[in-house]
């Protein structure tokens, strides 16, 4: 991948590499082709986390985000053939919440296609989402490749119908992260049947790449970065030849691989959330070769947030990290090694360690 050229002015592509400027966590993503033609971009958005105060009032860090991210996203050149907004459009959930982000989102040029989010559906298990946005999983296929789009962030019935005893109390238990009252996110037999489906119809040499908001992975379960039945999602990509699994949720940079499947995250423009290392007692299954991002300012509203390049050839991913306060991140896929790695922080004894603020 080539250097990226840090001027909001300049937006260029030169050898299958895309480069713009910028501090948001904006990803761009190319799928390559030994036919060049056959060549496609996308964009990707997430977890903006409008949040409603009073009247026609919002969080202004969070709304600001997702209004830069928009306005950058639109001056891209080549343009993407899509965007994709990757979940927790909102807060807890409201119509204001949601129709606020909803008109931010529509001054964006092209198609834009939807990942729900925890924060999107648990007031009205998306009831209202579906209205504005369409279907909570669905499935596309472009240009040879087929796309999923999952709810990942559904979890056990007794929870979610049983236990509160208003739909504001579930949103905002589920909205907590670390909170004892919350539940294990999960997919659900009812979309895991729809998926073994869909896939059935997908020739095995397809490359399929998977849109959830929760990882598919079960790496921490105190925050929720955990999705329940992620082996049965993992089992039925496995017979595919190359698998992308692409995610919002954690606001951070994660990386990670599993069989066929490469899993990467992608950031989000309302805030950074670091791993506390006073958490180190608790149970973790943090991916090997996940680095916490550096924090410079724990002050300042972007602080640790970031954009990323996503390059995805043969099937595999490379992600290009600009972080707006940090030194920038490049994760690589090794094909020797047959998994990512952080080309600048593998050596441990390299890393930079985190600062750390609570």
Same mark, same amino acid.
């Given at each position: 991948?080539?250097?990226?050229?840090?001027?909001?002015?300049?937006?260029?592509?030169?050898?299958?590499?895309?480069?713009?400027?910028?501090?948001?966590?904006?990803?761009?993503?190319?799928?390559?082709? =030994?036919?060049?033609?056959?060549?496609?971009?996308?964009?990707?958005?997430? *977890?903006?986390?409008?949040?409603?105060?009073?009247?026609?009032?919002?969080?202004?860090?969070?709304?600001?985000?997702?209004?830069?991210?928009?306005?950058?996203?639109?001056?891209?050149?080549?343009?993407?053939?899509?965007?994709?907004?990757?979940?927790?459009?909102?807060?807890?959930?409201?119509?204001?919440?949601?129709?606020?982000?909803?008109?931010?989102?529509?001054?964006?040029?092209? *198609?834009?296609?939807?990942?729900?989010?925890?924060?999107?559906?648990?007031?009205?298990?998306?009831?209202?989402?579906?209205?504005?946005?369409?279907?909570?999983?669905?499935?596309?296929?472009?240009?040879?490749?087929?796309?999923?789009?999952?709810?990942?962030?559904?979890?056990?019935?007794?929870?979610?119908?049983? !236990?509160?005893?208003?739909?504001?109390?579930?949103?905002?238990?589920?909205?907590?992260?670390?909170?004892?009252?919350?539940?294990?996110?999960?997919?659900?037999?009812?979309?895991?049947?729809?998926?073994?489906?869909?896939?059935?119809?997908?020739?095995?040499?397809?490359?399929?790449?998977?849109?959830?908001?929760?990882?598919?992975?079960?790496?921490?379960?105190?925050?929720?970065?955990?999705?329940?039945?992620?082996?049965?999602?993992? =089992?039925?990509?496995?017979?595919?030849?190359?698998?992308?699994?692409?995610?919002?949720?954690?606001?951070?940079?994660?990386?990670?691989?599993?069989?066929?499947?490469?899993?990467?995250?992608?950031?989000?423009?309302?805030?950074?959330?670091?791993?506390?290392?006073?958490?180190?007692?608790?149970?973790?299954?943090?991916?090997?070769?996940?680095?916490?991002?550096?924090?410079?300012?724990?002050?300042?509203?972007?602080?640790?947030?970031?954009?990323?390049?996503?390059?995805?050839?043969?099937?595999?991913?490379?992600?290009?990290?600009?972080?707006?306060?940090?030194?920038?991140?490049?994760?690589?896929?090794?094909?020797?090694?047959?998994?990512?790695?952080?080309?600048?922080?593998?050596?441990?004894?390299? !890393?930079?360690?985190?600062?750390?603020?609570?």
């Amino acid at each position: 991948m080539n250097v990226i050229n840090n001027s909001r002015r300049n937006f260029i592509k030169t050898a299958g590499a895309l480069a713009i400027g910028g501090t948001l966590p904006i990803s761009l993503v190319e799928l390559a082709f =030994a036919d060049s033609s056959q060549n496609f971009s996308f964009a990707y958005i997430s *977890d903006a986390h409008i949040q409603h105060i009073k009247d026609n009032r919002f969080v202004r860090n969070w709304d600001r985000g997702l209004i830069r991210a928009v306005a950058e996203t639109n001056l891209l050149l080549p343009k993407p053939d899509f965007v994709m907004f990757g979940g927790d459009l909102a807060q807890l959930g409201s119509k204001a919440e949601l129709d606020h982000g909803a008109q931010i989102l529509s001054a964006l040029h092209g *198609d834009v296609r939807y990942v729900m989010g925890e924060h999107d559906y648990y007031l009205d298990l998306g009831e209202y989402w579906e209205k504005l946005f369409g279907p909570q999983y669905y499935s596309f296929d472009h240009k040879g490749v087929h796309f999923v789009v999952l709810n990942s962030i559904r979890t056990y019935d007794d929870w979610t119908f049983k !236990r509160w005893p208003t739909a504001e109390q579930r949103m905002l238990e589920m909205a907590g992260l670390d909170n004892p009252n919350s539940s294990p996110f999960m997919v659900g037999e009812e979309q895991r049947l729809w998926l073994e489906k869909d896939l059935d119809k997908v020739d095995k040499n397809t490359p399929v790449v998977v849109f959830s908001h929760s990882p598919l992975q079960k790496i921490y379960k105190g925050w929720n970065f955990w999705t329940e039945d992620a082996d049965q999602i993992q =089992a039925l990509l496995k017979p595919f030849k190359k698998v992308s699994v692409i995610y919002g949720h954690v606001h951070q940079i994660q990386y990670n691989q599993i069989g066929n499947i490469s899993f990467n995250s992608v950031m989000a423009t309302a805030w950074p959330w670091p791993y506390p290392q006073s958490y180190a007692q608790a149970e973790q299954y943090l991916p090997k070769l996940t680095v916490p991002m550096n924090r410079a300012d724990p002050f300042f509203e972007r602080d640790a947030t970031g954009w990323q390049f996503i390059n995805i050839a043969n099937g595999n991913a490379d992600l290009n990290f600009t972080l707006s306060d940090n030194t920038g991140r490049i994760v690589r896929y090794n094909d020797k090694q047959k998994r990512p790695e952080d080309t600048l922080y593998q050596d441990e004894q390299t !890393r930079i360690i985190p600062q750390t603020h609570y």
